[in-house]
């Protein structure tokens, strides 16, 4: 015990993972104290889920595993083993078209630093696989897990109106 | 010529950028061999610091350097004193890493590098400060104590500032008014909260012999030009780069915070790229805060509720340093008057040490607090009076014709306090029309009858807007066509790269999505100021206006030479330049800038045309006259305001307050807003959501709470309260224009404007809402606990 006082453990402690992430397979060693959003973001270089707070709150984070929408910055990257992950980056993948989702949020101004945008657009992606036609309370109570400090959210609530709208009609179905 | 783009709901280009995770914020750029910082910050508001022993951290396996005020050498300097006043006789501005004392809880005591973010923060952890505690200031009350304990030891009293103005004859005024009334009001500390901390990442190139920043800050060029001085470089070796800035709100408008000097030394010295990133926590003890002033009015009316004169003595709390001088205050006092005729006015403030973060601007920047003292002194007007609330405003209006007003006092920009144009009325009309004003006691009446409790409130304000000194921009047509357009100032959410694409896309001719900018790089563009003070759209919109004027000047100037014909009758549009009335007679504009840069060696598709049209050959004389002020289709201008404009609004709300527990919510929620011409009323009414939902925020759910030891106790969003988007009600904005007869296209500003009247028309609601308690709000914020002690205390609660 004295001797870990004295030096105290480095975390040096390694260990292998396996993701999908966006559809494409990563087999990487990894500390095994890495943050899931550093590991997203510095491992893997997709930098567009962000990390507004790194205590849960703000939802700038908020990435899909296994199709459920979670917080990437409370999680260790480790604790993902073996798990399939959308980022916002595989929302339109590398088609030129925006996710109606994405598409919605421009027209209606559901953006300005554009900094909590893709944690917004997976909670959104998540609440309407749940619940195709939310109420606008029902949308402003989903989107409380969200922190924006620019729009004041109305726009953002106008856009999953409109997306949610869009993506009810059957051509344009909710991709998972 | 009429303007198309100009006006338009037109979409933002930097969305589909941003929509897909595609931006670039500090902490999207890893560089190859790069290093991770950390800070050791104080965990004392007020101590000595006896002795830093580092060498345990020193050891760590991973720690490249660890740094302390002693290892700084010649960069131990303090900050510059940004905008110094002659009545800041006693400013401090703070060390890059504090050296024997420490003066808040989170100020810079040393720095790590590391391998990487984690094994810095575990050197942190073995750096041992020996600290020696001392008597901590942590509020205004106690720095205005007699024998107060002393933030800076020498500087007597806590006083870093004490300014007097004085309007008209107010002595006089006081002397002969029939109504005097008195009252205290105080405004508590809330935070800018942009969701993007700060970052700084740095990297030295020693065989360019050049250092380059990114920094998330609204003004990268003075920062540029202040490392230059630190670090002996030359300017143009220097380049900072504000990239995506994940909102600002006027926290990121600071030089220097103290990493923004270690992360770049850092580099300089290890020779390797260093980033350091800001955690949330640190953004609460470190990034600057505002708002926090006593105020003790007395003002003066006469028996028709016109506002004869107003006293205003307050104190403002600067925190342990003067960063920003005492912009906040003098914006306050300068701010009070508002939207109306106020002759006599006596002004007095003093700026107050205490052991908290230092204060600089946070949207709204010291104008919500004079718009609640003097928003408050027109309901005490009517309450006294037994008036309507908007009847007593009505009465004391500066009238459209008595523009331009001058108020009597010097604003922050060192110019006059002069009102260039405003519509006041016109703004109150509209805003009791979209809430029914007139209808709305009824309303009140039948719900009281179901025991609830609804109330109105109205909040008027004036914003000094679009200050200088100047902003500038560049515009070049390149051969393919497009326009590419540098500023100095920077977006952090603001859509520059759509509005300034509008102005220079009405002058040339072409669709905004062909203007292509570049703002916030000290290499693409190099001088300005930066994003702040609800100007950069008015300042350096004006100078895209005149820098792209001066382009389709050049661009018919040549054209005219081409097609020999006069100049007068060239146009541009759909990307052309043609003859009036022979379209056929046409060049694109990427062709027309081929040949405005005489080289005999042109490349590429708009070349080859342009040598197949057999236009008229080469003059006599050189190749490029003078006259025609240097080669390509190119411009740069600078526009320089007389001084400020100044921007108006009027909100209201319809609130229902729950006595039994002090909650609120909102049932309308509507904003007039006059920010003079309108370059995007898509982008403008976001502004106004935005500042609203700050607003609510700050006048409801957000207050900073430091206990006597000077710890901020709620320094997480678990315990700062944010507002959500199940809190913030649906706003309706109208628009009144009033131009600035100012700038070329009558903008004044936008920016700020949406959170400055929304504690005073919270308080205007609550004191509704209540009226049969005979509450009167006098603080802010006012979140529902203190709501219902305030209810409870209040001696005749009927409820």
């Known amino acids: ?176 | 010529m009429t303007t198309r783009w100009f006006g338009a709901a037109v979409q933002r280009t930097e969305d589909p950028r941003l929509l897909r995770g595609k931006g670039t914020y500090v902490d999207d750029i890893d560089l190859p061999e790069m290093l991770h910082a950390a800070v050791l910050r104080s965990p004392h508001a007020r101590a000595r610091v006896t002795a830093i022993d580092v060498e345990a951290a020193r050891a760590l396996a991973g720690v490249h350097l660890v740094l302390t005020a002693k290892d700084l050498g010649g960069v131990l300097e303090p900050s510059p004193l940004l905008v110094p006043h002659p009545a800041l006789t006693q400013p401090r501005t703070q060390l890059p890493l504090a050296l024997d004392e420490v003066r808040y809880v989170g100020e810079a005591v040393a720095f790590v590098v590391a391998e990487s973010r984690y094994v810095a923060e575990d050197a942190l952890d073995l750096i041992d400060v020996e600290y020696e505690p001392l008597p901590v200031v942590h509020s205004l009350e106690v720095a205005s104590a007699e024998d107060a304990p002393l933030v800076h030891a020498e500087i007597e009293d806590n006083i870093a500032a004490h300014f007097v103005q004085t309007v008209g004859d107010p002595s006089a005024a006081f002397a002969s008014a029939s109504h005097v009334l008195h009252e205290s009001f105080s405004v508590e500390r809330g935070a800018a909260m942009p969701m993007e901390c700060r970052g700084v990442l740095a990297r030295w190139d020693a065989h360019e012999g050049m250092l380059s920043c990114w920094i998330s800050t609204q003004g990268p060029i003075p920062i540029r030009n202040g490392l230059a001085a630190i670090f002996h470089l030359p300017e143009h070796k220097v380049r900072v780069t504000a990239p995506d800035v994940g909102g600002g709100f006027g926290t990121k408008i600071m030089m220097f915070y103290p990493e923004e000097i270690l992360t770049p030394f850092a580099a300089i010295h290890l020779n390797r790229p260093v980033k350091w990133i800001e955690d949330r926590r640190e953004n609460f003890i470190s990034s600057n805060q505002e708002r926090g002033q006593l105020h003790e009015v007395d003002y003066a009316f006469d028996d028709q509720g016109v506002l004869l004169a107003v006293k205003d003595i307050f104190l403002h709390d600067t925190g342990a340093y003067t960063p920003y001088g005492i912009i906040v205050p003098v914006i306050t006092a300068c701010s009070l008057p508002g939207p109306y005729r106020l002759k006599n006015y006596a002004s007095e403030f003093t700026v107050l040490y205490t052991n908290k973060v230092p204060v600089s601007p946070y949207r709204g920047a010291g104008r919500p607090h004079a718009v609640f003292v003097m928003e408050r002194i027109m309901d005490g007007i009517a309450r006294e009076l037994n008036l309507d609330r908007a009847e007593v405003r009505s009465r004391n209006f500066i009238q459209p014709d008595e523009f331009p007003w001058d108020v009597g006092l010097v604003y922050q920009d060192g110019g006059p306090t002069t009102y260039d144009s405003g519509s006041y009325q016109a703004g109150l009309d509209k805003l009791k029309a979209m809430l029914d004003y007139d209808h709305f006691p009824e309303c009140q009446a039948e719900a009281r009858t179901q025991g609830r409790y609804l109330g109105l409130g109205i909040g008027y304000y004036v914003e000094g807007t679009s200050i200088g000194p100047y902003e500038g921009a560049n515009i070049r047509v390149e051969s393919d066509g497009r326009i590419y357009a540098a500023t100095g100032v920077t977006s952090q959410g603001q859509a520059h790269a759509t509005t300034f694409a509008q102005i220079v896309a009405d002058q040339l001719g072409v669709r905004p999505e062909d203007v292509l900018l570049t703002e916030g790089d000290s290499q693409a563009f190099n001088w300005g100021v930066g994003t702040f003070a609800s100007r950069a759209a008015t300042v350096a919109g004006s100078a895209m206006h005149l820098a792209a004027v001066k382009v389709r000047e050049k661009a018919k100037k040549i054209a005219s030479e081409l097609f020999e014909a006069s100049p007068d009758d060239i146009e541009l549009a759909d990307g052309k330049v043609f003859v009036k009335d022979a379209p056929h007679r046409a060049l694109t504009l990427g062709q027309l800038a081929i040949s405005a840069n005489p080289l005999r060696y042109s490349y590429g598709e708009n070349a080859r045309k342009l040598m197949s049209m057999r236009l008229a050959g080469p003059r006599p004389g050189p190749a490029l006259p003078a006259e025609r002020g240097g080669p390509g289709l190119e411009a740069t201008e600078f526009y320089s305001p007389p001084h400020g404009s100044f921007a108006s609004g009027v909100h209201g709300a319809i609130i229902e307050v729950d006595p039994t527990t002090g909650m609120v919510s909102f049932l309308k929620y509507a904003a007039v807003h006059d920010c003079g011409k309108v370059i995007n009323p898509m982008i403008v009414e976001g502004q106004v959501h935005g500042g609203v939902a700050q607003g609510i925020g700050g006048a409801f759910f957000e207050r900073l709470v430091y206990n006597e030891e000077g710890q901020l106790i709620n320094a997480s969003f678990m315990d700062y309260l944010l507002p959500t988007a199940a809190e913030i009600p649906s706003i309706t904005v109208d628009h009144v224009e009033t131009p600035s007869p100012l700038s070329p296209l009558g903008m004044k500003g936008a920016g700020e404007a949406g959170v400055i009247p929304v504690p005073a028309l919270f308080a205007s609601a609550i004191d509704d809402a209540l009226a049969p308690s005979g509450i009167r709000v006098r603080e802010m914020p006012l979140h529902p606990c203190r709501l219902y002690e305030l209810l409870k205390a209040t001696q005749n609660a009927q409820i």
């Open chain 1, 1 to 176: 015990m004295q001797e870990q006082e004295e030096n105290p453990p480095t975390f040096t402690e390694q260990s292998l993972i396996e993701v999908t992430v966006n559809g494409q397979h990563y087999e990487r060693s990894i500390p095994v104290r890495l943050l899931l959003s550093d590991f997203i973001r510095h491992e893997l270089h997709l930098t567009g889920t962000h990390v507004g707070c790194e205590h849960g709150v703000c939802g700038c984070c908020t990435i899909l595993l296994n199709g459920e929408a979670v917080r990437s910055c409370l999680m260790l990257a480790v604790q993902a083993d073996g798990m399939a992950i959308t980022t916002i980056e595989g929302m339109a993948g590398t088609q030129s078209e925006l996710h109606p989702i994405q598409q919605a949020f421009r027209e209606k101004h559901g953006l300005q630093c554009g900094f909590c945008t893709p944690g917004i657009i997976m909670t959104v992606h998540a609440m309407l696989h749940e619940n195709p036609d939310p109420t606008e309370e029902e949308i402003r109570h989903e989107l409380s897990g969200n922190l924006c400090r620019c729009t004041g959210y109305q726009n953002i609530v106008e856009a999953v109106k409109l997306a949610a709208e869009r993506l009810r009609e059957p051509q344009m179905g909710v991709e998972q």
